[in-house]
């Protein structure tokens, strides 16, 4: 199937059966395919929690426009953006970037700096803000994930 044809599948669900699970495979593809979200800078602004303590659902019902949905489903994947940018947060990116690449610690010091310049002397608003519409990127590519997945 094509992109387009898993997203005109796609629908907002507003029931689950609860005895069906999404299998710890697909839910890492689901969350995988956000981890490679195109983000600004590429800092991944963001955690993915993975919920499926029926307890934890249960309290997150409580705030949910669905709560009936939010207790049925058999995993909530939380998406919690970043509250600002801080120096130790953006050198662990790059430092786990050069790592993961197999480059020299420091490889992008001058571009880390650079960001630093731009994001440290921005009030936490406004990070916060930025850190929140890089989160929907990666909302959207899970989504996509998912509705390939069926």
Known sequence: MSLIEDLQWRHAVKAYDPTKKVSQENVDKIVEAARFAPTSSGLQPFKILIVENQAL?????????NPDCMRECSHVLVFAAWDRYTEERIDKVYDFTTDERDLPRGRFGSYTDKLKSIYLSEAAERNFAHTARQTYIALGLALAQAAELR
Request: aromatic share 0%; charged share 45%; proline share 0%.
């Open 57 to 65: 659902k249960e309290e997150l019902a409580k705030g949910a426009l």
